[in-house]
């Protein structure tokens, strides 16, 4: 029984010994009501004090970005290759209202994307977002919060940023399955985890399960480490830009390069990601 619950309860009591045993059950309901529009018009207090102290820790965030420079060399290496975004998705961000390593990632693309003067709001989704945190995104922030666990797999028919902060790679995977084709690959650029350092370690016989389409796209894909020079060395470790650059390989000449007659799937015990069926089990549990 919450506190309020308690205190409403009480109330009951009252009423009924004082009104000589006559059960009220509508002024029981009154204050009852009344009780929770306090503890509602409190809820709603605390969330408006946690977003505005969040909105000052993001703004701090983002000056304290925008005169490192760990930023200044990220931008010299991402401008050139964003030229063209119309889109921007991020994925895997976590929780920014509580964890710092989050909200400077949050914090990163917004100062990227007003710096490199992409124009789009930033799309978002992570099944861990809180109500106020997408309440944040998008009322506070003006961002857009995708409501589908699509697991990575987000085709795109224009030149799209994804950003995924130390997101499982099989998310990373399934993207690359869902835009394995000459005419869909080029409009995918990727700020995550390094490509190389995902090859590098495990043995390719585990990669072909987890992780087969990284593994090719090795070859199709040029990476850009970002320099990890920031003052925090765990927000931007591991990052690197990939974008398709395969100019040497005349696009859809050779079906074997652009198999992708496989889908993606992965045992349970091996799932890095948060699947849609494991969404669906915690909401009906
Ligand atoms: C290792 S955490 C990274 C969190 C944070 N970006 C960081 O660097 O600390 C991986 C994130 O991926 C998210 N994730 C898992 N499944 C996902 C899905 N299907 N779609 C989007 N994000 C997902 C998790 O909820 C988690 O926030």
Same mark, same amino acid.
């Given at each position: 029984?919450?506190?309020?619950?308690? /205190? &409403?309860?009480?109330?009951?009591? +009252?009423?009924?010994?004082?009104? *000589?045993? +006559?059960?009220?059950?509508?002024?029981?309901?009154?204050?009852?009501?009344?009780?929770?529009?306090? @503890?509602?018009? @409190?809820?709603?207090?605390?969330?408006? %004090?946690?977003?505005?102290?969040?909105?000052?820790?993001?703004?701090?965030?983002e000056a304290d970005l925008l005169q490192?420079?760990?930023?200044?060399?990220?931008?010299? *290496?991402?401008?050139?290759?964003?030229?063209?975004?119309? #889109?921007?998705?991020?994925?895997?961000?976590?929780?920014?209202? #509580?964890?710092?390593?989050?909200? !400077?990632?949050?914090?990163?693309?917004?100062?990227?994307?007003?710096? &490199? $003067?992409?124009?789009?709001?930033?799309?978002?989704?992570?099944?861990?977002?809180?109500?106020?945190?997408? #309440?944040?995104?998008?009322?506070?922030?003006? @961002?857009?919060?995708?409501?589908?666990?699509?697991?990575? *797999? !987000?085709?795109?028919?224009?030149?799209?940023?994804?950003?995924?902060?130390?997101?499982?790679?099989? =998310?990373?995977?399934?993207?690359?399955?869902?835009?394995?084709c000459p005419h869909r690959l080029p409009? /995918? /650029?990727?700020?995550?985890?390094?490509?190389?350092?995902?090859?590098?370690?495990?043995?390719?016989?585990?990669?072909? =399960?987890?992780?087969? !389409?990284?593994?090719?796209? /090795?070859?199709?894909?040029?990476?850009?480490?970002?320099?990890?020079?920031?003052? %925090?060395?765990?927000?931007?470790?591991?990052?690197?830009?990939?974008?398709?650059?395969?100019?040497?390989?005349?696009?859809?000449? $050779?079906? &074997?390069?652009?198999?992708?007659?496989?889908?993606?799937? !992965?045992? @349970?015990? #091996?799932?890095?990601? =948060?699947?849609?069926?494991?969404?669906?089990?915690? &909401? %009906?549990?």
């Amino acid at each position: 029984m919450s506190e309020v619950d308690a /205190v &409403a309860n009480e109330l009951d009591f +009252k009423l009924v010994v004082t009104r *000589k045993g +006559k059960h009220r059950p509508r002024q029981r309901n009154k204050a009852h009501t009344f009780l929770h529009q306090l @503890e509602d018009k @409190e809820r709603v207090d605390r969330t408006e %004090f946690c977003q505005k102290a969040v909105l000052t820790q993001l703004q701090q965030a983002e000056a304290d970005l925008l005169q490192s420079e760990f930023l200044r060399e990220c931008l010299e *290496k991402l401008e050139p290759v964003l030229v063209g975004v119309q #889109d921007i998705i991020c994925l895997g961000l976590g929780n920014f209202l #509580d964890c710092t390593i989050a909200r !400077y990632q949050l914090a990163f693309i917004r100062c990227v994307r007003n710096k &490199a $003067n992409l124009t789009a709001k930033g799309q978002f989704f992570d099944p861990v977002f809180t109500p106020s945190e997408v #309440d944040t995104l998008q009322h506070a922030l003006g @961002e857009t919060v995708l409501q589908e666990n699509l697991e990575g *797999k !987000y085709s795109v028919e224009r030149k799209t940023l994804f950003f995924l902060p130390h997101c499982p790679k099989q =998310i990373v995977n399934n993207l690359l399955w869902k835009n394995w084709c000459p005419h869909r690959l080029p409009n /995918v /650029v990727l700020l995550c985890n390094s490509f190389s350092t995902v090859v590098n370690n495990a043995p390719d016989r585990l990669l072909r =399960i987890n992780a087969g !389409y990284i593994l090719r796209a /090795v070859d199709l894909f040029q990476e850009v480490p970002l320099r990890n020079s920031f003052r %925090f060395g765990d927000i931007f470790n591991d990052t690197s830009l990939h974008y398709f650059a395969n100019n040497d390989r005349p696009a859809g000449d $050779n079906a &074997a390069v652009w198999d992708c007659a496989v889908e993606p799937s !992965y045992a @349970e015990d #091996d799932l890095e990601l =948060i699947s849609k069926e494991k969404v669906a089990k915690l &909401a %009906f549990a």
